[in-house]
C-alpha cells in the first residue's frame, strides 16, 4: 500500500510555475530551496510554495502533476486561486497538512491576490483546462 503523497506547485523567483509531487512537501522544499532538488528551480531561487494538493497514493499524484503540467499558465494559476478561496474557508489549523508553516502567507488575503513581487495578479478567466492543440499533452503510462 503506498503511502500518501502530495502535488505541489512553486512560483519561482522569475515569476514561473513548477508543478511536482513528493510523500514530504517540507522535505522537498528544502531540497528546492537549496538547489538541489531540480534543475529548473534551481536556477529560478527564491520558491514559494503556492498550492499543496493531498493524494490518495503516488499513482494519483503522478497523475494529478501530468495533468496539472499539461495545463496553461492561465489555468494553473485559475487552479492556485481556487485553492487558496477554498481553503480560506476552511478552518486555517487543518490537521495533516504538510505546509501549514509554509502556506501561511498563501492563506493571508494580500498574497492572495499578489505575486511574490508585490504586482496584482489579472483576474483570470475560465478556461476549459485543455491544452492547446500546439502543446503536446503529457501522457500517463497506465
Known amino acids: 500500500m503506498d503511502e500518501r503523497a502530495w502535488v505541489y506547485m512553486l512560483r519561482c523567483g522569475d515569476g514561473s510555475l513548477y508543478t511536482g509531487w513528493s510523500t514530504d512537501v517540507q522535505r522537498r522544499l528544502r531540497r528546492h530551496r537549496a ?8 536556477s529560478r ?15 494519483q499524484a ?18 492556485i486561486a481556487a485553492e487558496c ?11 495533516g497538512s504538510p ?10 488575503s494580500s498574497s492572495r491576490s499578489a505575486n511574490s513581487d508585490g504586482s496584482r495578479l489579472e483576474p483570470l478567466i475560465r ?8 502543446r503536446r499533452p503529457w501522457r500517463v503510462p497506465k
Do not use: F, H, N
Not at 99 to 108: N, P
Open 127 to 134: 478556461s476549459s483546462g485543455e491544452p492547446s492543440a500546439s
Open 62 to 79: 503522478r497523475r494529478e502533476e501530468a495533468r496539472i503540467k499539461a495545463l496553461g499558465r492561465a489555468a494553473k494559476l485559475e487552479l
Open 99 to 108: 505546509s501549514a508553516s509554509e502556506t501561511s502567507s498563501v492563506g493571508s
Open 45 to 59: 531561487l527564491p520558491v514559494e510554495l503556492v498550492l499543496a494538493l493531498p493524494m490518495a497514493d503516488r499513482t
Open 35 to 42: 538547489g538541489s532538488a531540480s534543475r529548473y528551480t534551481a
Open 85 to 95: 478561496a477554498s481553503a480560506q474557508a476552511l478552518s486555517p489549523a487543518i490537521a
